[in-house]
């Protein structure tokens, strides 16, 4: 009933989900980003719903987000002419960036293209986080190339509220694909650790 009353659409659909682990003391850092950067949409109602298994502190490593930067620009995610999955500009500013503190069982949700990062964990407690990515019914994924679109019993599947309908709403939003990827996969989170300036900062 959240979501939906978020996206502004009765129908909901999940576009995919994780499980983000820090464990004691040795918890990475993640860089900032935006959702949208790795997967724009026809429109951008989209969301994340963090479901927090441990409390999550500034000391293990909460969510960090730009309050309002959702309304603003898409941030370069390339590198050296490929996508890395963070901000790679070098004037990037996180002044006004606010840790989301959010105790254990409880939510935080976040538009798909919301500022945000976490710190390290340094702290002798895990810190998992359960995330769902979801949105409006009537948003399509613009990062499937031909053949490998989903077929329809596939995109019902994805569904968790309302009826699949056919009509996809389409709306003027900034979008950088994020393209061409890394060199070999699975090599995204190896380039945000090796970007050639940081920006992630303790704020």
């Avoid at 719903?49 to 603003?72: Q, Y």
């Avoid at 939510?107 to 895990?126: F, K, Q, Y």
């Amino acid at each position: 009933d959240m979501v939906s009353q978020l996206v502004g659409t009765a129908s909901v659909r999940c576009n995919g989900s994780k499980l983000n682990m820090k464990a004691s003391e040795l918890g990475s850092p993640v860089e900032w980003h935006q959702d949208w950067a790795f997967y724009p949409h026809t429109n951008d109602d989209l969301l994340a719903v963090g479901v927090a298994i441990d409390d999550m502190t500034r000391e293990n490593g909460c969510l960090m987000a730009i309050p309002g930067s959702h309304k603003g620009k898409i941030y370069d995610h390339h590198q050296d002419g490929r996508f890395v999955g963070a901000i790679t500009e070098p004037d990037f500013d996180d002044t006004g960036a606010e840790p989301i503190e959010v105790k254990a069982g409880g939510i935080s949700i976040h538009h798909v293209r919301t500022l945000h990062a976490s710190m390290p964990n340094t702290s002798s407690d895990p810190r998992r986080l359960l995330l769902l990515m979801l949105c409006s019914g009537d948003s399509y994924s613009l990062t499937q190339t031909p053949g490998q679109q989903k077929e329809w019993d596939a995109w019902e599947n994805t569904f968790v509220r309302g009826v699949p309908n056919r009509n996809i709403r389409v709306e003027a939003c900034p979008v950088r694909l994020p393209l061409p990827g890394p060199l070999r996969p699975g090599s995204i989170f190896e380039n945000q650790s090796s970007l050639k300036q940081s920006t992630l900062k303790t704020a």
